[in-house]
């Protein structure tokens, strides 16, 4: 494969594209309702950032949302944090869903490691997300209840989150891959009513039994008044805590004919909590709400991904990562979601190829560390799959590099719509995306998104072109948190994106605007990790490592700047007279796979001295981070702060091992 640069032009939309895109049909909306006329992208995004009132009022007028009360007010004050949308409506995000009801095709296709290819037709998931809401309300649950799963991306978690958010209840998910600490930190936050969760779950051909971890749930959610059991390995019942709640079988709460209806709430009644993590503390609740959501998801799928009924659309996700929020959201537009729960890698990399030409796949999101798995691999998805269906290819999760762009074009489809995307948790959206009214250039997201007023800001606060800055948002948007849960000042809130640029949101991304106006992201910014798209932070991280006896201090760094493959390494501190042998490390990587994530398991391990910290006793997590990626170890750690400053001797000396390893490659 013959090397390109970053900006080599790669694909350009066709003029059917470019004419029949839903992107273009609100083009002619604006211009024939409000007289706005926009030849091009760019002078609508600058519309669209700069008067954000008219702008959001135009994606709820354009796709017809319906409430039973109308807003009185679209925006009461440009303010971050504590914008406030659309007072006065009320609506329901589930209400909105099945508008889109059809007896031509399916709303979801399911496959699975272990359920064969199925579909659930419009009429059964409206009579499931019925029986089911009929079901949760004789359980007690109520408007404002929280209802949190841990579940695999089935078709039940689907239902349920619908049935849960028609009755104005808040939905949480989390992944059954998860370990029990994990999810604890995550849900006991919440004080959940119902749990929804299987007793195991199959991955790479294995099965694993989640019994055990279910009871432990049990035991540390001291809310729950009642658990769902959802069969999926068919274990037989689990060991019970002392004193469980009720518990009751899925089909059992299915027996309701009771027809569907739908809490109106108002806009910023909360809709999910999603948890996203900084670099102390526990996972931050982030809170979002119905209209906010359904907004955002309008706008970036139906306009910036060009999805419409018909489509059949399709990200590889697990409930615990939002881009299962996002897939979801695709029935807003219209579409058939396609749900894959298993190994992307079983019974080998071709899999979701396959499944792509099975379930007729016409737009396939996955991540820039899926593509780079089937690129190490040197498969040619265009010759194991027949993919004439597909149009579209999402990525996501960390920077694409230019390789994998080429890849994309060279193996899978010369005539693809490669939509690179890059968001985050904290707006279950991407801030900067596809465009299917621009080209495609390697290495380069196609541009900022309608309502994202996105700039790159250099040290000094100013906005910069074609340099690498902060990746910041002036101006607010919808689907932003309403607030963290237990945060009653909002303090936590504050700290986390307005606290470097008051008034401005600092989301912890390195980007480059071009002058064209397309994106590059670099990578973070900040000590959060991110892996395979899912976002940590590495407190949670800490409490597992240093809980190992031999640990006595650890630190770890993401390092996948300037579009290098993600490398995590993880720094131990050992108790006097234990050495790092292959039996410790071994320990160490189960412990975190099994508590945290497989994802999270570092990529190597180093025992170290010391760990470096400031004269306040807080690890130097972002400067080393810096150090490792090139930095002047000067530069970014002044010694006079730093309560033992001979630490930072051993990473400048493996700085210069990376880079010359970075040289031979």
Request: charged share 20%.
């Amino acid at each position: 494969m013959t090397a390109i640069s970053e900006g080599a032009l790669l694909w350009e939309p066709p003029d059917e594209l470019s004419r029949d895109s839903r992107l273009r049909a609100y083009m002619r909306w604006l211009e024939q309702q409000n007289g706005l006329r926009f030849d091009d992208y760019a002078p609508l995004w600058e519309w669209s950032v700069a008067n954000v009132e008219q702008f959001w009022e135009s994606i709820w007028q354009y796709f017809d949302v319906r409430g039973s009360s109308p807003y009185t007010q679209v925006l009461a004050e440009r303010r971050m944090p504590g914008a406030q949308w659309f007072a006065g409506a009320q609506l329901n995000y589930a209400e909105q869903v099945f508008r889109n009801a059809s007896h031509d095709r399916p709303a979801i296709v399911f496959q699975s490691e272990r359920r064969p290819l199925a579909e659930v037709s419009w009429d059964e998931l409206r009579r499931s997300v019925a029986a089911l809401a009929a079901g949760m309300r004789e359980l007690g649950v109520r408007r404002g209840d929280r209802v949190v799963a841990y579940l695999p991306n089935i078709p039940e978690a689907t239902i349920a989150f619908l049935a849960s958010a028609s009755l104005g209840a808040i939905w949480s998910s989390c992944s059954p891959d998860m370990g029990g600490a994990s999810v604890i930190d995550r849900f006991r936050q919440i004080e959940p009513k119902v749990l929804f969760a299987v007793d195991g779950y199959q991955y790479g051909g294995k099965s694993f039994d989640r019994r055990a971890a279910l009871a432990e749930l049990q035991a540390a959610l001291p809310t729950l008044e009642c658990i769902v059991r959802v069969p999926y390995l068919e274990t037989g019942e689990g060991d019970a805590a002392d004193s469980p709640p009720h518990i009751v079988a899925w089909n059992d709460l299915l027996t309701s004919d009771a027809p569907l209806s739908f809490e109106q709430v108002p806009f910023d009644h909360p809709l999910w909590v999603l948890y996203s993590s900084g670099t102390t503390g526990l996972p931050k609740p982030i809170v979002q709400g119905h209209g906010g959501i359904l907004l955002e998801h309008l706008k970036s799928l139906a306009l910036h991904l060009d999805l419409r009924p018909g489509d059949r659309f399709f990200w590889f996700t697990t409930t615990g990562w939002m881009m299962w929020n996002f897939l979801v959201g695709g029935l807003l537009a219209g579409c058939t979601i396609l749900l894959y729960d298993g190994s992307p890698a079983w019974p080998d990399i071709g899999a979701l190829w396959r499944f792509a030409e099975q379930a007729g796949m016409t737009f396939f999101g996955t991540s820039a560390a899926y593509i780079a798995a089937c690129m190490k691999a040197a498969i040619e998805p265009a010759q194991i799959a027949r993919l004439g269906r597909l149009r579209g290819l999402g990525s996501t999760g960390s920077p694409l590099t230019i390789e994998g762009f080429q890849w994309v074009y060279q193996h899978v489809k010369r005539d693809l719509w490669l939509a690179s995307i890059s968001g985050g948790t904290d707006v279950c959206t991407a801030f900067v995306g596809g465009c299917p009214l621009l080209p495609v250039h390697a290495g380069e997201i196609q541009c900022r998104c309608l309502g994202a007023a996105v700039y790159a800001f250099d040290d000094d606060g100013a906005a910069v072109v074609d340099q690498v800055g902060e990746l910041v948002i002036v101006e607010p948007m919808p689907s932003m948190p309403l607030f963290f849960w237990s945060d009653p000042d909002g303090r936590r809130y504050r700290e986390s994106y307005f606290e470097h640029y008051p008034g401005v949101w600092r989301h912890g991304d390195w980007v480059k605007i071009t002058p064209r106006g397309g994106v590059v992201i670099y990578g973070r910014s900040d000590a959060t990790i991110n892996r395979q798209g899912i976002r940590m932070g590495t407190s949670e991280l800490y409490r597992v490592v240093e809980g190992i006896p031999e640990v006595l201090d650890s630190m770890v760094v993401d390092l996948e700047y300037m579009g290098r493959p993600s490398y995590m390494p993880l720094f131990v501190v050992l108790r006097p007279g234990v050495a790092l042998d292959d039996e410790l490390r071994g320990r160490i990587r189960d412990m975190i796979r099994a508590t945290l994530s497989p994802r999270h398991v570092p990529d190597e391990i180093f025992a170290i001295a010391e760990i470096p910290r400031t004269l306040s006793g807080k690890k130097m997590e972002l400067p080393i981070k810096k150090i490792l990626l090139g930095a002047r170890a000067r530069k970014v750690a002044n010694p006079d702060s730093m309560a033992n400053p001979q630490a930072i001797d051993y990473f400048e000396q493996l700085a210069r091992r990376i880079a010359t390893a970075d040289e031979h490659r």
